[in-house]
C-alpha cells in the first residue's frame, strides 16, 4: 500500500542501467520531463559508482566543449570514446 504523501520519500529506483541510459540527455538537457530527471538524481544519490560516474562525465563534456573551441579535435574524441568504453 502507498499513499501519495510517500511519493517522494520513496521514489523507485531505476536502476543503474536506466541512469546510464538517460545520462547524456541529462548532460545535454534534453530530459523535458521533471519526473524523470529527478528518478535520474535520486538514482545518483543513491548510488555511489554513478554519481562517481557523472562527475567524471561532466568534467569531461566540459572539456570537450573548450577543447572543441579551441580545435578541431576528432582524435582526442576517439581517444576519449575509447577510454569512456573502458571505463
Ligand atoms: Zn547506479
Known sequence: MRT????????EDIGCLKAIEMFYAY???????PE???DFEHHLEH????YSRAEF???L????KSA??????????KRLR????NF
Open 36 to 38: 524523470s530527471v529527478a
Open 68 to 77: 572543441a573551441a579551441e580545435r578541431a579535435s576528432h582524435g582526442l574524441r
Open 82 to 85: 575509447t577510454l569512456m568504453e
Open 27 to 33: 548532460i545535454d538537457g534534453e530530459i523535458d520531463d
Open 47 to 50: 548510488c555511489r559508482s554513478c
Open 4 to 11: 501519495p504523501d510517500q511519493k517522494e520519500e520513496h521514489r
Open 57 to 59: 562525465e561532466r568534467l
Open 61 to 64: 563534456a566540459e572539456r570537450l
